[in-house]
Every structure is written in C-alpha cells, then in structure tokens.
C-alpha cells in the first residue's frame, strides 16, 4: 500500500516540479493581488503543512505546537531556490512518514489538531489537499508562461493521438487493447487484475 501512496504524492510533486522549471525568479513571486498567493506562498504552505503532519505522526499530533500557520501565507524566501529548498524539506518529510507505513499500522489512530483519524484516511486527507494546492501552482505557472508553457499533460488538440500512441504502445507489449495501466507519467505497469 505504501508503494502506491509514494507512486502517487511522487507523481503530484512532479508537476510542482516541472512547473517550477519553468518560471523565473520573479515569477515565483508574482501575485495577481494583495489577496493572492504568490506560487512560492503556495509551495511554503505546502510544505509547511508536511513537515507538521508528518513529523513523527505515529507519536505526535499533526498539528504541531511549533507551527505558525498564518505565517505560511507570508512571504519569506529571498529566491526562487530557497523557497525550492523548503519545498523539497517537506516532501522529504512526507516520503520519509510513508515509508514507515506497514501493514499493523496503516489502520491505527493518530491525531490531527485532538481529532483522530486512521492513517490510511490522513494519507487520503493530503492527498486531496496537496493536489489542491499543485493544481493552483500549475495554473498560475500556467497563464504566465502562456504561449511558452511546456504542457505537464496531454497537449491541447491532442487527445486522439496520445490515445493511439497508449494503444500502439500497449499491443507492442502484447497487451490487451483493454488493459488499464497505472496512471503515473506513461508508466508501463500494469494492474494484476487487467492482466490476460
């Protein structure tokens, strides 16, 4: 289970990742208004969300005593590197939580602000908070980049061809035409219940 759990928070830092290639300095910090955050806010919340649930989750509330909530909305980094820096700490930290998610202990309570939740639901939590937050980052990346944006996914108008080329791909293997692969980047692999 912890497998697919990494498969699928690697495959979301991905698409920070590649957004952040794209941009300059100036802007991961460019802000529509004083009311929205800059891509490097979003990244800093992000992680800072990471380091506090995932820090010794099985031992401590996820919501540590340490942390300043309010203050990962406010700008603090210098450049577009550091605010990289802390968004790589956070995923450290996440990554190294799920690595020690086993089997006696994907089921047992832990705590987020005094509320209990299993570990297999505060996996599922983040992993519907994190993407929220990816996807803001991509499409502000997106709209300022424009004309320029490398796309992270299939590209406009081209629908029908990456569905032939999956197609293609998957009869070249001698895999039924029906079979569902792993949603993660093209990968190959596929599900046991889809093999014939």
């Known amino acids: 289970m912890k497998e697919l759990f990494i498969k699928r928070f690697e495959y979301y830092k991905s698409l ?44 401590e509330d996820g919501e540590k005593p340490g942390r300043k ?12 590197q550091e605010a990289i820096g802390f968004w790589e700490a956070g995923w450290k930290c996440l990554f190294d939580a799920l690595n020690q998610i086993n089997e006696e202990n994907l089921y047992a309570t832990i705590y987020i602000r005094g509320e209990g939740h299993l570990v297999i639901d505060a996996v599922f939590r983040q992993l519907a908070h994190y993407p929220y937050h990816i996807g803001q980052i991509v499409y502000i990346a997106k709209m300022m980049k424009n004309n320029d944006w490398n796309t992270l996914s299939i590209a406009r108008n081209k629908s029908q061809e990456f569905n032939e080329e999956i197609k293609n791909k998957l009869e ?25």
């Open 69 to 80: 909530r309010d203050e990962e909305f406010v700008n603090t980094f210098k450049t577009k």
């Open 172 to 196: 070249g293997e001698g895999l039924n035409s029906n079979s569902s692969p792993v949603c993660f980047e093209n990968n190959h692999e596929v599900r046991e219940e889809y093999k014939q």
């Open 16 to 59: 920070g990742d590649k957004s952040f290639e794209q941009l300059s300095d100036e802007q991961m910090f460019w802000q529509y208004n004083v009311e929205s955050n800059s891509i490097a806010v979003i990244a800093k919340h992000i992680a800072g969300n990471m380091i506090s649930r995932w820090t010794n989750f099985l031992t």
